[in-house]
């Protein structure tokens, strides 16, 4: 069974700096990769989704990558702003299967 | 996209006593689930809504603790039955268009405590 890891649990940066959150998975046949963010007491917000045939995709100044062969996502923010706090979360799929298998988080605070 | 309105949005109940929680969605989905998120895990599956049917559990949850209900397309209803302090959780409601490879939408959660 998939299982996501997220290291740091948590993060803090100054504002205005690039970031990038990490992500790994155990099982390279993953099939699609997901972020999210979560806001407390809020549910998530679907920020990136990278698909089984691509390695990257882009929204704003949120660039999410994916290297399956070494079990890896990485988000990356740039230009962090403190809107931008917030948990956030990786979650993957395998290739026929609609359950996606969550990592634990990274709590992001971007000090003003 | 789709909208995923869900309700209440917390709540506090007595132990021993049940819960229902609604989700709508805007828009036709194919799929819907139910999630749970305990503090400070990660989001762990409860099970698939079944538009028409009984509900598909993941291991670890039962119908008779988690019944849910789905009579269309765009509404279901998770019910937390004889809650214990050990429920207390979020749960959330999720939906996407098609099986596989779509984004996953979530409704704003609903923010359980037993005491």
């Known amino acids: 069974k998939q299982e996501v890891t997220q290291i740091p649990a948590a993060l803090s940066v100054p504002e205005g700096e690039n970031l990038v959150l990490n992500c790994s998975f155990t099982?390279?046949?993953?099939?699609?990769l997901q972020w999210f963010r979560q806001d407390p007491g809020k549910g998530l917000t679907s920020l990136l989704l990278?698909?089984?045939?691509?390695r990257e995709q882009t929204s704003g100044r949120l660039n999410a990558s994916l290297d399956k062969s070494s079990g890896r996502s990485t988000l990356y923010i740039a230009a962090s702003q403190p809107g931008d706090s917030a948990t956030y979360l990786c979650?993957?799929?395998?290739?026929?299967?609609?359950?996606?298998?969550f990592g634990k988080g990274t709590k992001l605070s971007v000090i003003p | 996209s789709a909208v995923i309105s869900q309700k209440p949005s917390r709540d506090i109940c007595q132990r021993g006593t049940s819960l229902t929680i609604q989700c709508q969605v805007d828009?036709?989905?194919?799929?819907m689930f139910w999630y749970r998120q305990q503090p400070g895990q990660s989001l762990t599956l409860i099970a698939t809504?079944?538009?028409?049917?009984?509900?598909?559990?993941e291991s670890g949850f039962v119908i008779d603790k988690f019944p849910i209900s789905r009579p269309n397309l765009t509404f279901s209803t998770l019910t937390v039955s004889n809650m214990s302090p050990e429920d207390s959780s979020i749960y959330l409601c999720?939906?996407?268009?098609?099986?596989?490879?779509?984004?996953?939408?979530f409704g704003s959660g609903t923010q359980l405590s037993v005491l």
């Open positions: 999720s939906a996407t268009p098609a099986l596989g490879g779509e984004k996953l939408f």
């Open positions: 099982d390279s046949a993953i099939y699609n």
């Open positions: 990278i698909q089984s045939s691509q």
């Open positions: 979650a993957g799929s395998d290739a026929g299967s609609y359950q996606l298998t």
């Open positions: 828009s036709q989905v194919t799929m």
């Open positions: 809504a079944n538009q028409g049917s009984e509900a598909t559990y």
